[in-house]
């Protein structure tokens, strides 16, 4: 099986990161995307981000309708810092072709993540560039990990979009129109339990 894991805090999923998980695993031929809410995020304020469960729930919400995609508790159970390594071991399995998808700016600071040479060892790197500019930063990137460490990357010819979590939670806090940018249940969801208020 080809799988890719795609981890992130998703607070909350919204619709670039389920089109981008989409066009992966159409442009590499992936037969799952495995969505893997974060616990605690190394490397970034935490503090704003909604309970586990939540952003679990959402992901669910947001995967229903698409066969390739799933979701994994993995590091919700495991608690404590969500390393990426560990995520990788416990996927780990000799019948799977792993693959990890990056966003451009995750992809620059791979070298200060934890463990990273596990990483590099066991996965292809999907990066997803926002633009023309990301591409060519990730390119250069890539050349000095693959000449270090001898990581295998491959570059996404489309970009991953300008939509974030915190464009998201921002507009709904100022009671803005976020439809366009989540999923429908996602958005009922957060409305139901006054998230991001």
């Not at 596990?118 to 500019?133: G, K, M, Q, S």
């Not at 803005?176 to 429908?184: L, P, Y």
């Amino acid at each position: 099986m080809r799988r890719a894991i795609y981890g992130g805090s998703f607070n909350p999923v919204h619709n670039d990161h389920i089109r981008l998980a989409l066009r992966f695993a159409e442009q590499f031929e992936l037969d799952r995307v495995t969505l893997i809410p974060t616990y605690i995020t190394p490397l970034k304020n935490n503090t704003k981000i909604v309970d586990g469960i939540h952003r679990y729930n959402m992901c669910v919400l947001a995967a229903e309708d698409h066969p390739t995609l799933e979701v994994s508790d993995i590091e919700l159970r495991r608690k404590g810092e969500s390393y990426t390594s560990d995520t990788i071991a416990q996927f780990k399995n000799d019948e799977d072709t792993l693959f990890l998808i990056v966003g451009a700016d995750m992809y620059m600071t791979l070298d200060k993540w934890h463990d990273f040479r596990y990483i590099f060892d066991n996965v292809t790197i999907l990066a997803a560039p926002r633009d023309e500019l990301d591409y060519i930063s990730l390119e250069e990137k890539y050349d000095e990990y693959k000449a270090k460490y001898g990581c295998r990357t491959i570059i996404a010819s489309h970009g991953i979009g300008a939509l974030s979590s915190t464009i998201v939670r921002e507009g709904i806090a100022a009671g803005a129109d976020v439809s366009s940018m989540i999923d429908s249940r996602v958005l009922e969801y957060i409305k139901e339990h006054d998230l991001y208020r």
